[in-house]
T-cell receptor, first 114, second 111 residues
Framework: DVKVTQSSRYLVKRTGEKVFLECVQD?????MFWYRQDPGLGLRLIYF???????EKGDIPEGYSVSREKKERFSLILESASTNQTSMYLC?????????????FGDGTRLSIL | DAKTTQPNSMESNEEEPVHLPCNHS???????IHWYRQLPSQGPEYVIH???SNVNNRMASLAIAEDRKSSTLILHRATLRDAAVYYC????????????FGSGTKLNVKP
C-alpha cells in the first residue's frame, strides 16, 4: 500500500514564525499536493508539484511556499505564520494519469498558530 | 468547476446496506466520479471511481445514472468502521489538480 507520511500530527507555533511541514511518500509518485481543510470549506488546494523542482500554485497559495528537492518529499512552508493559517494540513500524492488516478493522503497535520 | 451535492448526514444499522447519493447535474463528459471517505482524525481515503459504467471493488459499489447527473455509493454491509464522512468528487481527466471536496455526507452506523 502507498504510504504518505506527514512529519507531525499536531503542531503549535507562534505568529510570525517560519513553519515547515514535511511530507514523504514511498511509491515513487510524480505528483504531490498540499491542501488545507477547514470546517465548511472542504479541502482547498494550496500548491502542487508534478516533478522534482516543479511547483504550481493552487487556489490559495498566498502566505505559503513549497519545496520539492527530491521526488519523495514535498515541503510546505509558512513564511510568517498568522492566526488565519490555523488549520488541518493534508498532503497527498498520485501517479501520473490525470483525473483517473486516486490521490493518496497522509493523516494530516493539525497546526495551531497562537 | 462542476460541483456535487450530497446530504449532510445519513444513518444506517450495522450489517445493513447503505446507499449514499450524490447529484452532479453539471458534470462534463471528461469528469470522472470519485468517492473518498474520511475517518475521524485521518486523511481522506480513496474508495472507488467510475466514468459511465457501474463499478465494484472490495470496498464498495458505484452506481452511475445513465445521464451521469447522479451517482450512488453502495456499502453492501455497513460496519462500525464505515462511520466516516463520504465525499463525492468530480475529477477532470485533463486537470488532475482540480479536486473539489465539498462538505460530504457524515455516515453514522448504529450497532
Amino acid at each position: 500500500d502507498v504510504k504518505v507520511t506527514q512529519s507531525s500530527r499536531y503542531l503549535v507555533k507562534r505568529t510570525g514564525e517560519k513553519v515547515f511541514l514535511e511530507c514523504v511518500q514511498d511509491m515513487d509518485h510524480e505528483n504531490m499536493f498540499w491542501y488545507r481543510q477547514d470546517p465548511g470549506l472542504g479541502l482547498r488546494l494550496i500548491y502542487f508539484s508534478y516533478d522534482v523542482k516543479m511547483k504550481e500554485k493552487g487556489d490559495i497559495p498566498e502566505g505559503y511556499s513549497v519545496s520539492r528537492e527530491k521526488k519523495e518529499r514535498f515541503s510546505l512552508i509558512l513564511e510568517s505564520a498568522s492566526t488565519n493559517q490555523t488549520s488541518m494540513y493534508l498532503c497527498a500524492s498520485t501517479i501520473q494519469g490525470g483525473g483517473l488516478m486516486p490521490q493518496h493522503f497522509g493523516d494530516g497535520t493539525r497546526l495551531s498558530i497562537l | 468547476d462542476a460541483k456535487t451535492t450530497q446530504p449532510n448526514s445519513m444513518e444506517s444499522n450495522e450489517e445493513e446496506p447503505v446507499h449514499l447519493p450524490c447529484n452532479h447535474s453539471t458534470i462534463s463528459g471528461t469528469d470522472y466520479i470519485h468517492w473518498y471517505r474520511q475517518l475521524p482524525s485521518q486523511g481522506p481515503e480513496y474508495v472507488i471511481h467510475g466514468l459511465t459504467s457501474n463499478v465494484n471493488n472490495r470496498m464498495a459499489s458505484l452506481a452511475i445514472a445513465e445521464d451521469r447527473k447522479s451517482s450512488t455509493l453502495i456499502l453492501h454491509r455497513a460496519t462500525l468502521r464505515d462511520a466516516a464522512v463520504y465525499y463525492c468528487i468530480l475529477r477532470d481527466t485533463h486537470n488532475f489538480n482540480k479536486f473539489y471536496f465539498g462538505s460530504g455526507t457524515k455516515l453514522n452506523v448504529k450497532p
